[in-house]
T-cell receptor
């Protein structure tokens, strides 16, 4: 019940296309859902996050869609660029993001082809 | 504003030895967490410290321990190293108060056990 399942494991997208990564969770006590981006040799960097009281959040080319009833959330990267090539992790936690550890998905390796 | 600093960046240790990793959080951040990242298991929570007290602990054996100092700097220690402890160890900090604050991760310490 503590798991966060992420798909796909890898994704290849053409430059300018839309990248979509999906995550599903079981624990309804989760109340904070961030996405992290990790480049080789670096730690994960917070990209965007959402609380379950909203269904969508957009920041630039990055959008989180949240479906509370289905216990699913997804990351959409619009107009994907080669610089977006990285590994993306979804995560979930309790405590509103100020406390509680993050439960991470297994990651999606995104490659954006020029 | 300086980020999360982890030292050393790379370590090679022999099975059976012990190792200490160090983390300096962002100035003003009172919460420090540690995560282990491996290709097989992904990102797994080790423990979190807040104001020098362990607030939360993941499912790791007692060989893994940590502490936090009064200046919020943290160390983690792994005793009796095993080959399976080879991983990227990530430290993350956050303010520790209020809501909806995400982690800021360091670049990690790459530990190789031979």
């Amino acid at each position: 019940q503590q798991q966060v399942k992420q798909s796909p494991q890898s994704l290849i997208v053409q430059k300018g296309g839309i990248s979509i990564i999906n995550c599903a969770y079981e624990n309804t006590a989760f109340d904070y859902f961030p996405w992290y981006q990790q480049f080789p040799g670096k730690g994960p960097a917070l990209l965007i996050a959402i609380r379950p009281d909203v269904s969508e959040k957009k920041e630039g080319r990055f959008t989180i869609s949240f479906n509370k009833s289905a216990k699913q959330f997804s990351l959409h990267i619009m107009d994907s660029q080669p610089g977006d090539s990285a590994t993306y992790f979804c995560a979930a936690s309790m405590g509103g993001g100020s406390q509680g550890n993050l439960i991470f998905g297994k990651g999606t390796k995104l490659s954006v082809k020029p | 504003k300086a980020g999360v600093t982890q030292t050393p960046r790379y370590l090679i240790k022999t099975r059976g030895q012990q190792v200490t990793l160090s983390c300096s959080p962002i100035s003003g951040h009172r919460s420090v967490s540690w995560y282990q990242q491996t290709p097989g298991q992904g990102l797994q929570f080790l423990f979190e410290y807040f104001s020098e007290t362990q607030r939360n602990k993941g499912n790791f054996p007692g060989r893994f321990s940590g502490r936090q100092f009064s200046n919020s700097r943290s160390e983690m220690n792994v005793s009796t190293l095993e080959l399976g402890d080879s991983a990227l160890y990530l430290c993350a900090s956050r303010p520790g108060q209020g809501v909806f604050y995400g982690y800021t991760f360091g670049s990690g310490t790459r530990l190789t056990v031979v």
